[in-house]
Nanobody, 124 residues
Framework: VQLQASGGGLVQSGGSLRLACVVS????????MGWYRQAPGKQRELVAR???????DYAASVKDRFTITRDSAKNAAYLHMNSLKPEDTAVYYC???????????????????WGQGTQVTVSS
């Protein structure tokens, strides 16, 4: 399973960006997709997550500014970021959790995969 993230860039404070994450590969199902970020010198933190049932979680610092959506037909998840602040500057990573279909004698198993990071820089 591969996750391809895109959409980062440089934006002024108050601006907007949309990140995209596309899942590819031979998997059976996705149970959740999420976005995490890691700023220099800090630990990676959850930004937003959506489950297959549509439940959403957001970090308190981004609630009401960021929205996670999905396009099931495209196997994609998006992070819509509005009212960006300099403290949102970080490398953003997408994450996918799901299930791999078994083949032959090999049983199915869960997967937890990460995309490559995409840099988001917000200037003041």
């Amino acid at each position: 399973v591969q996750l391809q993230a895109s959409g980062g860039g440089l934006v002024q404070s108050g601006g907007s960006l949309r990140l995209a994450c596309v899942v590819s590969g031979d998997y059976h199902s996705i149970s959740s997709m999420g976005w995490y970020r890691q700023a220099p010198g800090k630990q990676r933190e959850l930004v937003a997550r959506m489950t297959s049932s549509g439940d959403q979680d957001y970090a308190a610092s981004v609630k009401d500014r960021f929205t996670i959506t999905r396009d099931s037909a495209k196997n994609a998840a998006y992070l819509h970021m509005n009212s960006l602040k300099p403290e949102d500057t970080a490398v953003y990573y997408c994450n996918g959790v799901g299930y791999l279909q078994g083949r032959g004698w090999s049983p199915g198993r869960n997967f937890n995969s990460w995309g490559q990071g995409t840099q988001v820089t917000v200037s003041s």
